[in-house]
C-alpha cells in the first residue's frame, strides 16, 4: 500500500508556514523534486511539526511520467466569474507546508526549508498561519464542519493503490484576504445566509431559507448518480488584525470536484456567484501534487532520510 505523506491528515496542529518556490533559471526539474524528497522533518513526531511537499502538476510529470494523479494539471488560467469576478492563477513549481505545535518550531523548520531548497529554488510566496477558536476561520464560522471524517478522508484524498500516483494528492492552494470592515458590518443572521450555516453551532440553514448564491449552495456538488463530491479541507487563517484571510487548503484524488466548486463559487456555471467572493477576495491560487513518500523515497540522495522515514 503507498504511503501518504502524513501531515495531509495531522489535524489540530495550531502554527503553520505556507511557502511556494520558483525554480531557478537552469535548474533541472528533477533537482528540485530531489530537493524537497531531501527535506527532512525532525526526529520527533510528539509536539513536533510535520511536512507536506507538493509539486507543481507539469514537473512532476515530467519527472515521474506514469506518476500522475488523473486529472492533476497547474492552475494555468484565472477562473473568470460573473460580475468581473475572476480567481487569480499564480501557479508555482513547489509547496511546502509546515505544520507544528508551536510559532517557533514552525519558523525554525520553514527557514531550514528555505535553506535546503536555496540552490534550485527561491520563495515566491510565504504565509504565516495559525489556529483561530480552535477551528474557525476570521469570519468566525467554524470550518470543516462538513468534512469527512479522518477516517474516511484518506478515500476522498488519496489516489487508491493500483491507479497512476496512488498514495498521492492533489492540492488546491489559494489565500483569500477577508473584507472584515464589511463582513462585520452585517448582522449575524445576514452572515448566515452567506454561509448557508448558523454562526455559534455550524447547523445548516433549512433548504426552504438556504440561497442559492450561499457558500454551503455552490460548493456541495453531485456526480451523475446524485452522489454527493467530497473533498478535504484544511483551511488556515492567516494575518494580522489589519491585513488577514483564510489559506484555502483543499485535498482530493481528483481535482475535477474542486475545480467544479471554484468554478461554482466563481458564477461560471450558472450565473450564480457564492456571496462569500464579496467579503473575501483570493490573492492566489495553485494546483500541486502531493506525492506519496515511496514516490519521493526514490528521489533521496543516498544518506539523506525522507519525512516520516527515520531510523
Ligand atoms: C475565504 C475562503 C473560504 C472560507 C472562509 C470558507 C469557509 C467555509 C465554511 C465556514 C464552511 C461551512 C462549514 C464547513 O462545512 O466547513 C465551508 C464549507 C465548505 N467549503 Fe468553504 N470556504 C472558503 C473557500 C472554499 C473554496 C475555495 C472551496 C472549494 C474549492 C470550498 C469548499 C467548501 C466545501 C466543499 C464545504 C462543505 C459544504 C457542505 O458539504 O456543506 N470553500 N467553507
Redesign the pocket.
Known amino acids: 500500500m503507498a504511503t501518504a505523506q502524513t501531515g495531509i491528515f495531522a489535524v489540530g496542529t495550531s502554527s503553520h508556514c505556507f511557502l511556494e518556490f520558483t525554480r531557478r533559471p537552469g535548474s533541472e526539474p528533477g533537482a528540485l523534486v530531489r530537493a524537497l524528497a531531501d527535506l527532512e522533518e525532525p526526529h520527533t513526531t510528539v509536539g513536533g511539526v510535520n511536512l507536506v511537499v507538493g509539486v507543481r502538476p507539469s514537473l512532476w510529470a515530467e519527472v515521474v511520467p506514469d506518476g500522475q494523479p488523473a486529472n492533476a494539471r497547474d492552475l494555468e488560467t484565472p477562473v473568470v466569474g460573473v460580475d468581473g469576478f475572476a480567481m487569480p492563477a499564480t501557479q508555482q513549481d513547489a509547496w511546502v507546508w509546515v505544520a507544528g505545535a508551536a510559532p517557533d518550531l514552525v519558523f525554525d523548520v520553514a527557514t531550514d526549508v528555505v535553506s535546503a531548497l536555496a540552490p534550485v529554488a527561491t520563495p515566491a510566496s510565504e504565509v504565516t498561519g495559525w489556529s483561530y477558536r480552535h477551528s474557525r ?3 468566525g ?7 469527512p471524517s479522518l477516517a474516511k478522508a484518506p478515500g476522498v484524498a488519496l489516489v487508491p493503490d493500483g491507479a497512476p500516483g496512488q498514495g498521492s494528492s492533489v492540492v ?1 492552494v ?1 489565500q ?1 484576504v ?1 473584507h472584515a470592515e464589511r463582513w462585520n458590518a452585517l448582522a449575524v443572521a445576514e452572515q448566515e445566509l452567506v ?3 448558523t454562526k455559534a453551532d ?1 447547523v ?1 440553514l433549512d433548504d426552504d431559507v438556504l440561497p442559492e448564491d450561499s ?2 449552495s455552490r ?3 453531485e456526480d451523475e448518480d446524485g452522489q ?1 463530491l ?2 478535504f ?1 484544511r ?1 488556515v487563517p492567516y494575518g494580522s488584525v489589519g491585513e488577514h ?2 489559506m ?1 487548503v ?1 485535498l482530493s484524488a481528483d481535482p475535477r470536484p ?2 467544479r ?2 468554478e461554482r ?1 466563481a458564477g461560471v456555471e450558472d450565473g450564480i456567484r457564492d456571496a ?1 467572493t464579496r467579503y ?1 477576495t ?1 490573492l492566489t491560487g495553485a494546483y500541486y501534487v502531493v506525492p506519496a513518500l515511496e514516490a519521493l523515497a526514490a528521489f533521496v540522495s543516498p544518506g539523506e532520510h525522507l519525512a516520516g522515514e527515520h531510523d
Open positions: 476561520d476570521l469570519t464560522f467554524e470550518d470543516g464542519t462538513e468534512n488546491l489559494q483569500w477577508h454561509m448557508g450555516r455550524s445548516e457558500h454551503v460548493t456541495v456538488i454527493e467530497e473533498i479541507r483551511n484571510g483564510t484555502f483543499g474542486m475545480h466548486m471554484l463559487m462569500l473575501s483570493p
